[in-house]
């Protein structure tokens, strides 16, 4: 299902479904709780870009995480766990790009291993408003990332292959193996794009193999 490092699900979630989270990350948003996290948009510090670890406080968002997780441990042939929940909530006109990045050299899961992320678009995901894009068959490859205010890939190692976007309509799920070369344009729109984002391995998978993402995919490391 994703011999290529991503596969388009289609739509997974209803317009009811996608409607009740949308008002439940407005709550959380409104709440402002220190029981999860937030992050700001670099340059636009009032606006805030992502949420994360949200789902033990609220019912809807946790049940299409598990969902999610139903669909993972068909694509691990056994049961999935779920490392991180992100809401993605690009701005319109100033959300900033996500540099291109393989999940599996920032999340602690040994190369080796398989993990999977999970992106459901809640509203209209398209290329001038910063659609998720992929590049296939880079599932195979550890790239070296550079760490400048997070990790990325650097251009160079990119050169010879060109990034696909995947425009996703509201309940539409993607799905891509935890080495596949992703990343997402700046919201140059009208319109804003949130999505939610549930990265998934295997439950007998330990979290914490720091060492060994970082000799796989550091450039400095590896240099």
Known sequence: MVAEGYACLGSVFTGAQVQEAIAEIARLLADKGTYFGYSHEPEHSQEIRKLTQFCAYSEPLTKMKDRCAEIAGELF??????????ALLKPARVGSAQRWHQDQAILDVHPD???YGFWIALQ???????CMEVFPNTNCTCY???????????????????????PMAPGEV????????????????????????FHYKPVRVEVGERAGRIAAFSESYRK
Do not use: C, M
């Open 144 to 166: 070296p990332h550079r760490k400048e205010g997070g990790w990325f890939i650097p251009d160079e190692y990119l050169t010879s292959i060109t990034p696909l976007p995947l």
């Open 174 to 197: 993607s799905v891509w193996d935890g080495k596949t070369v992703h990343g997402s344009k700046a919201n140059t729109s009208s319109r804003s794009r949130w999505a939610l984002q």
């Open 113 to 115: 291993e398989t993990i």
């Open 77 to 86: 042939d056994e049961p999935a766990d779920l490392i991180v929940d992100n």
């Open 124 to 130: 209209d995901s398209a290329i001038d408003n910063g």
